[in-house]
């Protein structure tokens, strides 16, 4: 049985094996299907204190395993399908096998919100995508006009990188103003190949006959105007949805799916912690995830100790 398993291997799940590895409670990490997280699909990082010239997203995420290794985490390639803590030992299902835990932090994280219209979910890796850096360098993209959707720092980073491949890139945004921290969004509007589309939604991706992206239908939500974007690409960065639907029934989330902690990180399940963006809607940083594993990691060291006295 393992004293405690960390689910998820972004900034809070990385920290919490950092913290609770030193503790030397050789804690297990379950990386899920995209090992380091999100953030790994970033590029450059330029908010993570002590990197001055900012650093790599893979990078950050390799180190910060390397970090927690050092002192002792264990770490399985696996995705949890199933948790029962209904009694302990906790029971974990990872990829058919069970796990059985003293304590568990969940860090998992968030994903890809989707647009949820007409073409997207039939064209995904066909021209849609939730992943400038994954997909932008592609053939299909090179030389192309392509759009991106959001107004956050998430749209205005897809948009600059996407850049260095595209004809031109247009923001399409659902009000008249970026939601996007004031640096970036200057520098988005600034960008001379970066054309901002306000007060629109997509209403369609286009053409799922053709089995490829060739443009995207738009409703301007203030006249009403429909009108038709050719583009090769559609990159929506529109937000993220916490991974917890398999928590759901045991632990406390509110109306949008995140966790609500209940004792400082601890749930409402006493040994079962939570850290980073799967519990926070509000700042969703790779620091204060960080900083979230570093307190879930303090409070499950304390759980332990107490319980063993
Ligand atoms: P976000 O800040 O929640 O922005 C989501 C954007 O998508 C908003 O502009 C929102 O419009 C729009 N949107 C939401 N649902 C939509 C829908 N159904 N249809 C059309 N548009 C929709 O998300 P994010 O940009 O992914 O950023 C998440 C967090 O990560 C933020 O805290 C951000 O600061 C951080 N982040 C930081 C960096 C960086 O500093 N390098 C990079 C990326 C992300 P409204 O504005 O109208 O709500």
Redesign the pocket.
């Known amino acids: 049985m393992e004293k405690v398993v960390i689910i998820g291997s972004g900034p809070a799940g990385w920290t919490a094996a950092l913290y609770t590895a030193r503790a030397q409670l050789a804690p297990l990490v379950l990386t899920g299907k995209q090992p380091g997280g999100l953030l790994t699909t970033?590029s450059i990082?330029?908010?993570f204190p002590g990197f001055p010239e900012g650093v790599d997203g893979y990078e950050l995420m390799t180190r910060m395993q390397k970090q927690a290794e050092r002192f002792g985490a264990k770490t399985t390639f696996g995705v949890v399908e199933s948790a029962d803590f209904s009694k302990r030992p906790f029971a974990l299902i990872v990829d058919g096998e069970k796990v059985e835990a003293e304590t568990v932090i969940i860090a998992t994280g968030a994903g890809h919100?989707h647009?949820?219209v007409p073409g997207e979910h039939e064209l995904e890796n066909k021209g849609t995508t939730y992943c400038a850096t994954c997909d932008g360098a592609l053939p299909m993209f090179r030389n192309q006009p392509l759009v991106v959707?959001?107004?956050?720092?998430?749209?205005c980073?897809e948009a600059s990188y996407l850049t260095r491949f595209a004809s031109v890139v247009y923001l399409i945004?659902?009000?008249d103003s970026?939601?996007?921290?004031k640096i970036?969004a200057e520098r988005t509007l600034a960008n001379p190949k970066i054309k901002p589309i306000w007060d629109s939604?997509i209403t369609e991706v286009l053409d799922v006959k053709q089995d490829k992206v060739t443009g995207v239908k738009l409703k301007n939500l203030k006249t009403g105007a429909e009108s038709i974007l050719d583009c090769a690409g559609v990159f929506i960065?529109?937000?993220?949805v916490p991974n917890t639907e398999i928590f759901k029934s045991q632990i406390t989330t509110d109306e949008n799916g995140f966790i609500v902690p209940e004792q400082g990180t601890m749930t409402k399940v006493p040994g079962v912690f939570v850290a980073g963006d799967c519990a926070d809607h509000v700042?969703?940083?790779a620091v204060t995830a960080a900083g979230a594993g570093c307190a879930a990691a303090i409070d499950c060291e304390r759980f332990l100790a107490a319980q063993n006295h």
Do not use: C, F, P
């Open positions: 970033t990082v330029e908010n919100k647009l949820g959707v959001g107004g956050g720092d998430s749209a980073e945004h659902r009000r970026l939601r996007a921290s970036m939604a960065a529109i937000g993220h700042y969703r940083q």
